[in-house]
């Protein structure tokens, strides 16, 4: 029997965070236990706006938008909210479309690291994160714009499982209920909820979403 499919939406704000989306795709859809393949429709959009002036949506369609929430700087922190309110806009001129948030704390990167270690140490700045990836992938990158040159990328994706994906996902949740724990305060803007400290993030949630879907138990 033909097997059904899943399509899953996205805005991200760079290539790093849709390669590892399509790999995602591509590794469910090859797994032995997969129940529906998982098709990713994934753009390199920052501003959710114009990702959903191009989309024809016939019922009630999710999009998450992956980005960062890159300090508590002033500028950074305004930055972040005024994509919130695209969001919020985009759902707005297209009724059947609900955005939901897929942010990091400070960067992708976080999300990338906790596939391999735990990552649960609040850093100074999203720079740190730099020296956690030469060590925690073997690798010796100059700079964060050789790290994310597509072929070492992927050559880092290459070391992934589905099994190291469930354990990002573990560690993620771990993090966000020690937050809760620490007694932290979970923000609120425009319906989006978000913590401000470091580590935080949320994109584990589309991608626990997109595994229970799609693989059989």
């Given at each position: ?8 939406y ?15 795709g ?13 098709k990713?429709d994934c753009r390199?959009?920052k501003?959710?706006v114009?990702?959903?002036k ?25 930055k ?9 806009e985009?759902?707005?001129k ?8 897929g ?18 140490k ?6 740190q ?11 010796n990158?100059?700079s964060?714009?050789?790290y ?18 469930w354990?990002?996902?573990?560690r ?9 724990d ?34 059989n138990?």
């Amino acid at each position: 029997m033909r097997k059904l499919s899943n399509t899953y939406y996205f805005s991200v704000e760079g290539k790093t965070e849709q390669w590892y989306l399509k790999w995602l795709g591509r590794t469910i859809n090859n797994c032995p236990k997969v129940a529906k393949y998982a098709k990713i429709d994934c753009r390199v959009q920052k501003n959710p706006v114009s990702r959903v002036k191009t989309m024809k949506v016939l019922s009630q369609t999710e999009i998450t938008h992956i980005f960062d929430r890159e300090s508590e700087d002033q500028e950074h922190e305004k930055k972040f909210e005024n994509t919130l309110m695209r969001m919020k806009e985009a759902q707005k001129k297209k009724k059947d479309i609900r955005y939901k948030l897929g942010y990091s704390n400070f960067s992708f990167e976080l999300w990338i690291l906790l596939h391999k270690t735990d990552c649960c140490k609040t850093l100074n700045h999203r720079g740190q994160y730099f020296s956690l990836i030469n060590r925690t992938f073997g690798e010796n990158f100059s700079s964060m714009d050789e790290y994310k040159e597509e072929k070492n990328f992927n050559r880092i994706l290459d070391t992934f499982t589905l099994d190291d994906v469930w354990s990002a996902i573990r560690r993620s949740e771990r993090i966000m209920k020690n937050n809760k724990d620490k007694g932290y305060t979970a923000h609120q803007y425009l319906g989006y909820e978000y913590y401000t400290v470091n580590p935080s993030l949320s994109v584990w949630e589309v991608v626990k979403k997109i595994l229970t879907e799609c693989l059989n138990p």
